[in-house]
């Protein structure tokens, strides 16, 4: 009988924690539309149709217009990237995202470092990797500026508990 009373002990435990599902769909938001109302030309119309999905919460229907548009500006696919990790978290993808932050990371670009380093606390976060998600969580919130310190701040809360 004792055995039985700590299995259900450990089950009652494990319910009342929060899941990786839950934390993650705490945490992670959209990247906000940042360039959805640009003029259209040719070169960039998959990436405003993408956009116009991505806004509408139709991740899944954004992801091909997205891939286009990486595949057919090179020197501005970082942006697709960006958009293409939030659809695939947003749509439960973690490890989808995460590639895509390795492609965006490839290309150098700076200008979104800040992002880069957040969403990969969130892809680690959502793909149960706890302990990695803490410590880039821990990097970000001790960084001093970061675009993201409060909500790594919180991260690392929730997950030292």
């Not at 490890?95 to 390795?102: S, T, V």
């Amino acid at each position: 009988m004792r055995r039985y009373s700590w299995l259900l002990l450990l089950l009652l435990l494990a319910a009342c924690s929060p899941s990786t599902g839950d934390r993650c769909k705490r945490f992670f938001e959209p990247y906000p539309d940042l360039v959805g109302d640009r003029p259209r030309t040719a070169r960039n119309a998959p990436l405003l149709d993408g956009m116009a999905q991505y806004r509408a919460g139709r991740y899944a229907e954004a992801i091909p217009d997205l891939q286009a548009y990486a595949e057919t500006d090179p020197e501005r696919r970082d942006v697709a990237y960006l958009y293409l990790t939030s659809c695939y978290l947003a749509l439960d993808k973690p490890f989808d995202a995460e590639l895509q932050l390795d492609y965006l990371k490839q290309h150098h670009q700076r200008n979104y470092r800040d992002e880069v380093e957040w969403y990969y606390a969130l892809c680690w976060l959502c793909s149960d990797q706890a302990d990695r998600a803490l410590a880039q969580a821990r990097r970000i919130a001790d960084s001093g500026r970061h675009t993201y310190a409060v909500q790594a701040a919180a991260l690392v809360k929730e997950l030292s508990r």
